[in-house]
């Protein structure tokens, strides 16, 4: 009876005016707060990030979760911090190799920005500490400014992604409809009000794992919730509709001569990839005559590629580039081209 009454309130508070702005309780804030950094302090997962206090590191690792997962995040994450330990060793470095050493986390702008922002911290000579700075930096928004800021720097601001969305949308069953822009700001709104000022980096860094852990977009785990007794949804919510996802075949050629592979570079003015190299793309026609040496699935954003990938001889090279098999790594390799590589040697 106790969390039903507690339930009831909060929905009330909150949706007694639709589209006004929400207000919370501060004894239920209070609650919410301890019972979800009780659990993420004994929950949360042991990711190669976590725990850092230096702000160069904590901003690489929010660049690459941006629309990245967390599983991939890791791996590249520790590799990337090996080659450009200090935001001076990234400002130093070549714009083709820190592609190179992004390769295969996709949205490569997020490699371009984070270099132009080393090199503005650099030569500002001081890391920006709170959110106004930090957004003045190439590449970095509200949310990744917040991140920053409140797990480095202990800045009392809210941060508001996907997941997050999900867990307020669910404890506060929103279910009003109002312009985008306003229900973007009822979650920051509501984020800001649940926050811990004292445990900033902490509170999002939970809410984000809740998100992620619990709180899942089709079935949650309400059984293992920590504020499950303080949600109003208790369950699937409603989801949107997402748009079919659309299919594309690609076909490149495999040319190869004395352990090297025949490379080219995507034009700088492309708007997909600027920069990045890849095998040669084929016509179907072109395909028809040639043996394929590989099929493989490939995913860019709302599309899913088929890849073929067939054995060609090395005729009209003139706009490619030779490389050894075993130094193409070293080149700024779009993910599929590096997916492919990666499998020659099994062919």
Avoid at 110 to 121: M, S
Avoid at 122 to 129: A, I, N
Avoid at 261 to 278: D, I, K, T, Y
């Amino acid at each position: 009876m106790r969390g039903g009454t507690r339930t009831h309130r909060l929905r009330y508070n909150l949706f007694n005016m639709p589209g006004a702005v929400a207000t919370i309780k501060a004894r239920d804030a209070a609650s919410f707060r301890r019972r979800l950094l009780r659990w993420f302090h004994k929950h949360q997962r042991k990711l190669p990030w976590r725990g850092e206090s230096d702000p160069y590191r904590i901003l690489v690792s929010e660049i690459m979760l941006q629309q990245t997962r967390v599983a991939v995040v890791a791996d590249r994450y520790r590799k990337f911090i090996a080659q450009f330990p200090t935001a001076e060793r990234l400002a130093r470095a070549r714009e083709r190799t820190v592609l190179a050493a992004w390769s295969g986390l996709g949205y490569y702008r997020r490699a371009r920005a984070l270099h132009l922002a080393a090199k503005e911290i650099v030569s500002s000579g001081k890391f920006p500490d709170s959110v106004a700075e930090l957004m003045a930096l190439p590449g970095v928004g509200r949310y990744t400014a917040a991140a920053v800021a409140s797990i480095a720097f202990g800045e009392p601001v809210a941060v508001v992604d996907g997941n997050v969305k999900r867990v307020l949308q669910r404890v506060f069953a929103d279910c009003a409809a109002p312009a985008v822009s306003v229900a973007e700001e009822r979650y920051w709104d509501l984020a800001a009000q649940l926050l811990d000022k004292r445990h900033a980096g902490d509170f999002n860094q939970a809410m984000m794992e809740l998100g992620a852990l619990v709180c899942l977009p089709g079935q949650p785990l309400c059984d293992t919730c920590p504020v499950a007794a303080m949600c109003v949804a208790r369950g699937p919510v409603a989801r949107k509709k997402r748009d079919a996802r659309r299919k594309a075949i690609l076909r490149y050629a495999l040319v190869r001569r004395n352990g090297s592979v025949l490379l080219q570079e995507r034009p700088l003015q492309s708007s997909l990839m600027p920069g990045m190299w890849e095998l040669p793309a084929l016509a179907a026609a072109q395909a028809r005559y040639l043996q394929p040496l590989l099929k493989l699935r490939h995913s860019i954003t709302t599309t899913d590629y088929t890849v073929f990938v067939h054995a060609a001889t090395g005729k009209n090279t003139e706009n490619g580039r030779w490389v050894p098999l075993h130094s193409a790594r070293r080149l700024p390799l779009t993910g599929l081209a590096r997916k492919i590589l990666e499998r020659i040697t099994d062919v």
